[in-house]
């Protein structure tokens, strides 16, 4: 038989080969989000604990309200709270000062700019996003809150501390002593 002709049979399509200046397909990554919101949220590392609140929009209301939630959410015997946050306006707002004048346990801890790695919240992020978004589509904003709070509390039923920085497991075991050479041994 010879070579394939060109024609065009139902259902096919005739697809040219891209000519010397194509350029690689651009296209946004849709996660599936109908309708804007926000999720605030805090974090406890030393227990795992975890509390997230949706919210409609980024707003400075909404974020006092949040902090309002927290403090209802952390324990009345807790002395101190720290609350690490970017620099992001609305962190710093006026009525978050005020929130902070009327909560004196409260110290706002401000990360330096481009230092994300510095607030433990941010590999959290990571994992509630894992969790309750990936690889899921969403058709309204009440199905990411439902989404978000079903994660939340599944990461609540099996919390632990958690630990920053690289997994214990791919880590060589050390030996005992000061100062030993590895692969020797003393007599």
């Known amino acids: 038989m010879g070579p394939q002709s060109a024609r065009s049979y139902p259902g096919q399509r005739v697809v040219k080969a891209a000519g010397p200046k194509a350029q690689r397909a651009k296209q946004e990554i849709d996660y599936g989000r109908r309708g804007k919101g926000y999720v605030f949220g805090a974090f406890r590392p030393a227990t795992g604990d975890a509390f997230t609140a949706p919210y409609t929009g980024r707003t400075t209301a909404n974020w006092v309200d949040f902090l309002g939630a927290v403090e209802g959410w952390i324990e009345a015997g807790i002395e101190r709270v720290y609350a690490v946050v970017d620099n992001l306006n609305l962190h710093s ?8 004048l009327a909560h004196p346990r409260w110290e706002f801890v401000f990360q330096p700019k481009y230092a ?18 990936k690889g899921r589509r969403f058709e309204t904003w009440p199905e990411i809150e439902e989404a978000v709070q079903r994660a939340t509390a599944y990461w609540n039923a099996h919390k632990h501390p958690f630990l920053w920085g690289r997994r214990r497991r791919h880590r060589i075991a050390r ?13």
């Open 175 to 187: 030996r005992s002593g000061v100062a030993v050479v590895p692969n020797a041994t003393i007599t």
């Open 93 to 100: 707002a006026t009525d978050v000062l005020l929130f902070a």
């Open 116 to 133: 994300a790695y510095l607030n433990l919240i941010e590999p959290w992020w990571k994992i509630l996003r894992s969790l309750a978004l």
